[in-house]
């Protein structure tokens, strides 16, 4: 029996897994006491083995022929083929024609080792990751108004002591159900908040009193949130002291809500002014008297202004006081296993590892120090995800990528056009364990390790550094990614080291992040191994920071900076024409993201065998769509012209009061005519690079009882 964490969300539950007596049967896996989780796992959880031996799994390099199949070969000729590609495109097209995208799963060392592999072995600052598409929105925000980014910058456990929890755009109850525990004193001081167009499972539990369910428009809660501070403000409720002392920046966010009285927010959002009323009251009263805390999840922050909208939320906890006090705090839950990790070792284009900047001077200087090679050889900064998948196979883009743990070709946006640059590359190499979408274009595939294979670290939600440890033997023909990026370095003649073995890859990154802001110094696998909560920042004989700002914030001066954001265009809640609705998309509690994993769990794919789009029974009236009817579902803007040839999804309606009139809701895990990326398109925010997910109109048409 073998302690370590489960293999997919930022929650990181403790589990406990025990091999099988026989190596093609599934290992057991089991819930463990953990202030986390306290010994629950969820539905993916409990089945996450069952991929360790499933049939489908990659387990030799599988390269293309000249007829299109994908064929077995050995190691030697896969990583000679692969260095082969690397050096024609750079000495046909330059260094920045080798890419390579990484994932939020991958653990630190991983992580780490191939930002390294990226800028050192290959030379190419043309690096990104699928987390550009999770987090990137609320670590722009937080680094700009703290100075900092750590997802929840305080333990779980914190939230015991919380009467009034205002939830905006996260649905934990399907995506991360054991931290529902962590809300019960909110429930049951009737203070939970939850603000979602949707009446998602999280929303439904404010149920009984436990709570108030807001339901604005999607893509409205920057306004929603300028109203909230402008009663704040116009009543009086707001933290003074705490303002003076501890922020800057009042003034100017305070003009720039003035103009958002509680009537008006309502006609942009259409939440009823008195509940607007009623909640910034709720949530100062516990602020001063109790205990608050205000969270983001996806809702908010995937949208083209979602790092602007992550900033109001921080300047209204700012407003009353909660950043770093005892007396609440403000938070973003991280979304993959790694996602906090993963963004701080240097697989971002902009960074280097412990969260430094590839810009910065002294960071360029210390890591390369700490690399051996002369600074002037790292590359700058590279391309954030969206314009890196665009820039595929152009004339001065990325030739040969090389893919590590994302599945773009289903959750990338604009997804038919991200297949399209992908067919366009003259070499793609995608290490998986099976055949996800992505894995389907590849030229070439390795397969490579699985979670209870493999020793390393993650990093989960609370900027915990967590052991994920080896607990089953991997099949014969499967390599650690440590390894393969160890032996094509070679292969290329690579300067510095690339160490096989994880723990010496942890020695180099805590080297690495020394001194940074993610500083990971003082952390060891001894102390991890022995039990100690280690929360970074942890330099050199710390016991780690499990709270942060609790007397200065991260900026030089000490404070936070309040910034004045502004709602864009005019949003308007109601249907403008009739089969016109803002589609929003997200997650079921049954499939992990692409779902490329999890589609292959016989259990959660029988309980979600397709996507299906959530529909108000009302329009589905009007529309004659019937429950469990076929949709076609085309971007609105395209839908007027002709769209032949336009992507477009064809699936199930699923009619649902949940949702509001005017959205419909689909899931983004499915592949195929049901994928909701066909219709998200690829505009970004300014701040971030996060693409806009989370609403697009779309016009829904019924095509009858029958597969079209
Ligand atoms: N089951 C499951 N769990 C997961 C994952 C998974 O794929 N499946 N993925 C993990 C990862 S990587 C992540 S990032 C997290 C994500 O976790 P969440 O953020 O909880 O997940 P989402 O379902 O993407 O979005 C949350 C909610 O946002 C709402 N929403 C949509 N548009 C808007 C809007 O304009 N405003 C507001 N306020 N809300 C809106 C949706 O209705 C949805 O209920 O989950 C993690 N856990
Ligand atoms: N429409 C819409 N699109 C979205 C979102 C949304 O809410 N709406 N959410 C976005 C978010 S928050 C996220 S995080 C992304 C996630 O999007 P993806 O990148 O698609 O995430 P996964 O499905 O987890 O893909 C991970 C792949 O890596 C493999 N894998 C797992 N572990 C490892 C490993 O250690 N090494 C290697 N090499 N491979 C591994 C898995 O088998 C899988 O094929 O999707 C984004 N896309
Ligand atoms: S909540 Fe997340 S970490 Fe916990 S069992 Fe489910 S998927 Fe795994
Ligand atoms: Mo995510």
């Known amino acids: ?70 064929v077995a070969v050995g190691w030697d000729v896969a990583l000679a083929r692969v260095a082969a590609e690397i050096r024609r495109a750079q000495a046909e097209h330059g260094k920045d024609a080798v890419g390579v995208f990484g994932g939020g799963g991958l653990t630190n060392e991983k992580a780490y080792l191939l930002g390294k592999f990226a800028r050192v072995a290959l030379g190419t600052s043309r690096i990104d990751y699928n987390g550009r598409f999770c987090m990137s929105s609320a670590a722009a925000a937080a680094n700009r108004a703290f100075g900092i980014d750590r997802g929840l910058p305080f333990p779980l456990e914190d939230l015991a002591a919380a009467d009034t929890v205002l939830m905006l755009g996260s649905n934990a109850a399907d ?340 001194g940074g802001p993610a500083d990971y110094s003082g952390v060891t696998y001894e102390r991890l191994d022995a039990g100690e909560a280690l929360h970074w920042p942890c330099p050199q004989g710390s016991p780690g920071t499990p709270r942060l700002f609790t007397d200065r914030f991260a900026h030089p001066d000490g404070r936070a900076r309040m910034i004045p954001v502004r709602a864009g265009a005019p949003v308007t809640a109601s249907e403008s024409r009739p089969g016109t609705f803002h589609l929003a998309t997200g997650r079921l509690l049954e499939h992990y993201q692409s779902g490329a994993q999890t589609r292959r769990v016989a259990s959660l794919a029988a309980a979600q065998p397709e996507a299906r789009l959530a529909i108000h029974p009302g329009p589905a009236a009007r529309l004659g769509i019937d429950d469990g009817a076929w949709v076609r579902v085309r971007r609105a803007a395209e839908a007027r012209g002709s769209s032949a040839g336009l992507p477009e999804v064809l699936c199930r309606a699923e009619l649902a009061t949940a949702v509001r009139p005017d959205t419909v809701f689909l899931p983004f895990h499915f592949p195929g005519t049901g994928s909701a990326n066909l219709l998200t398109h690829a505009s970004q925010d300014p701040f971030s690079g996060m693409p806009e997910f989370k609403t697009t109109r779309v016009v829904v048409e019924p095509c009858g009882k029958e597969q079209p």
Request: aromatic share 4%.
């Open 175 to 514: 995506t991360m159900p054991p931290f529902v525990q962590h809300l019960a004193g909110a429930r049951e001081a009737g203070g939970l908040i939850v603000v979602d167009p949707r009446r998602s499972a999280t929303a439904a539990l404010t149920a009984d009193g436990a709570g108030l369910h807001l339901q604005p428009a999607p893509h409205t809660d920057l306004v929603l949130l300028l109203g909230l501070a402008h009663v704040v403000l116009a009543e009086g409720l707001a933290h003074e002291r705490y303002l003076e002392e501890r922020t800057i920046g009042l003034a100017p966010v305070a003009r720039s809500v003035a103009q958002w009285w509680p009537e008006r927010v309502q006609a942009a959002t259409g939440v009823p002014a008195p509940l607007l009323r009623q909640t910034a009251h709720r949530l100062a009263e516990s602020a001063r008297a109790g205990s608050c805390y205000i969270l983001t999840g996806r809702g908010i922050e995937q949208h083209a202004d979602g790092t602007d909208t992550v900033t109001a939320a921080i300047n209204l906890a700012l407003l009353l006081g909660l950043p770093g006090s005892a007396h609440g705090g403000f938070g973003t839950l991280t979304g993959q296993g790694n996602g906090q990790g993963g963004r701080e070792h240097g697989q971002k284009a902009d960074q280097l590892p412990g969260y430094r900047k590839i810009t910065d001077p002294a960071a360029r200087a210390h890591v390369a120090r700490v690399w051996g090679v002369p600074e002037a050889s790292l590359p700058g900064p590279g391309l954030p995800a969206v314009e890196l998948l665009a820039s595929l196979g152009t004339d001065d883009g990325v030739r040969c990528l090389l893919v590590h743990g994302a599945n773009v070709a289903v959750s990338a946006p604009d997804a038919a056009a991200v297949r399209e640059r992908l067919r366009a590359l003259d070499f793609l190499v995608v290490c998986d364990a099976f055949l996800s979408e992505t894995a389907m274009e590849a030229d070439l595939v390795l397969p490579v390790l699985q979670w209870a294979e493999e020793e390393g670290t993650m990093t989960n939600l609370e900027g915990r550094v967590l052991r994920r440890r080896g607990a089953v033997q991997p099949p014969p023909g499967a390599r650690s990614e440590l390894w393969i990026m160890n032996r094509i370095a070679a292969l290329l003649d690579a300067p510095s080291r690339f160490p096989e073995d994880p723990r010496e890859v942890f020695e180099e990154l805590r080297a690495a992040s020394a």
């Open 1 to 70: 029996m073998t302690a370590t964490h489960c293999p997919y969300c930022a929650l990181q539950c403790a589990m406990t897994v025990t091999p099988a007596p026989s190596p093609t049967a599934v290992a057991e896996v089991a819930g463990r006491e953990f202030p986390t989780n306290r010994g629950g796992l969820c539905r993916k959880g409990w089945t996450s083995a069952e991929l360790l031996v499933h049939p489908e799994r990659v387990t030799e390099p599988l390269l293309r022929t000249d007829d299109g199949e994908l």
